[in-house]
């Protein structure tokens, strides 16, 4: 080689002793995205609403909302979508709608509760652990499913925290806990909430028999002192840290938010600048640390006489969420559901044809007029994985766009992970 190194083994040494405290944050506090799946959005509904036959209901309810008002190709056109567009997207609609209309759904305990009395509430909760066993071995279930209890703040902190006990009880009891079990602790304002949480479910955790860490948890952005504390700092980036793996997703809440920072009721949005304010910071707040990020909802209801500019709203802010990284988003009513699953596909299937053409040069290694690196390149396949895992696009057509199947899109989206599971 005939050129010698400068730097002795007691610099390289002394390198690594520097850096190997970030070695070890990086590995521990931000290990990526699981690559498992993530629900394009949460249904809320009241928690002694659901049955076995709720999820099959909420379809037909959403396909009889849409039909009866020209159907899904009409709907299509309502949003913005092209005929060949709305052509395409609508049979996979009608489809998701007849098989799976529900992803993520939440038995709410908290705002679409409400009050009723400790009895009441007591035998709600037990009654909600059976009824989602029951949806769960009639296979009737939604892929994921669970609760939103009562805050923990002070009026409602033991309430909240019985419900919490009683629901995960029940369905220890009843048949043990469904895979896609989530809960979600509602209106956070500090880290000691959040510690809170973590102790909580650290102590069922050990009652139940269950493994270290099987109860993960859902943390509501709804207060401004989570975005900004007293002392300047932000207090939504330590949570990732002070409970690591405990968390899974933070959720922003449009409305209590919003009136949380006196914005009047007819300008709380999902796209006031307060929220979009609140929703960049909880992004960066959790980039890399694996905490995935789901938008709010909107109010205005597919209901009534304003039901097609009421999709409209619904279509356009679905899309615009999409746009800017939020992959999941609150709905409310089963005549939402058409204008979720319509703008989401619309969403991937514009998309795909570009992003298929520069993950296939990239993996090709063919010259093409867009030069993408390894991380645009994570971001390409993530995108049409999603849009495959969702229903938006099929296998076939992804397969022959990029010449790879699912498999191999996750293992270029999440490389850290293929690299952990082939070991």
């Known amino acids: 080689m005939g050129v010698k190194t400068s730097l002795s083994a007691a610099d390289l040494a002394h390198i690594e002793s520097t850096v190997a405290a970030t070695d070890a944050l990086l590995d521990r506090n931000y290990p990526g995205d699981d690559g498992s799946r993530q629900p394009v959005h949460t249904l ?11 999820t099959a209901d909420y379809g037909q309810a959403a396909l ?114 469904p895979d896609g079990l989530i809960l979600t602790l509602p209106k956070v304002t500090t880290v000691d909430q959040v510690r809170a949480m973590d102790f909580a479910v650290s102590r069922l955790e050990e009652v139940h028999g269950l493994p270290a860490g099987r109860l993960r948890f859902e943390v509501q952005v709804e207060t401004p002192q989570l975005i900004l504390a007293a002392d300047g700092t932000s207090p939504v980036a330590r949570l990732a840290h002070e409970v690591p793996g405990r968390i899974s997703a933070l959720h922003y809440g449009t409305y209590d938010y919003s009136a949380s920072l006196e914005v009047s009721a007819e300008y709380q949005s999902m796209e006031h600048p307060v929220a979009d304010f609140a929703k960049e910071v909880m992004q960066l707040a959790v980039a890399g640390t694996g905490i995935r990020l789901s938008d709010g909802s909107t109010n205005i209801l597919p209901l009534g006489e304003g039901v097609e500019a009421a999709w409209a709203l ?21 005549a939402q559901l058409p204008s979720r699953f319509s703008a989401t596909y619309a969403f991937y299937r514009q998309g795909l044809p570009a992003s298929a053409a520069r993950l296939r040069n990239y993996v090709e290694q063919t010259p093409g007029a867009v030069l993408d690196e390894p991380a645009t390149a994570r971001a390409l396949a993530n995108f049409v994985l999603r849009g495959l895992v969702c229903g938006a696009v099929g296998a076939d057509e992804v397969k022959a766009l990029t010449g790879l199947d699912q498999a191999q899109l996750s293992a270029l989206a999440h490389p850290r992970l293929a690299v952990s599971t082939s070991k």
């Open 44 to 54: 809320y509904v009241p928690a002694d609403q659901f049955s076995t036959s709720f």
């Open 64 to 177: 009889d909302a849409v039909n009866s008002k020209g159907g899904l190709e009409h709907l299509g056109a309502l949003l913005g979508q092209d005929e060949e567009l709305a052509a395409a997207v609508a049979p996979r609609v009608a489809a998701k709608l007849a098989s799976e209309p529900i992803e993520d759904l939440r038995l709410d305990f908290e705002d679409g509760f409400g009050d009723r009395g400790d009895a009441v509430e007591d035998e709600a909760a037990v009654t909600a652990g059976r009824a989602v066993n029951a949806a769960v071995e009639a296979g009737t279930a939604p892929p994921f499913i669970g609760i939103r209890f009562k805050c923990f703040e002070a009026p409602t902190r033991a309430r909240g925290l019985r419900t919490l006990d009683l629901f995960v009880s029940s369905l220890v009891e009843s048949g043990g806990l």
């Open 314 to 334: 619904h279509g356009r802010l679905v899309r615009r969420s999409l746009e800017r990284g939020y992959y999941q988003g609150w709905d409310l009513h089963a």
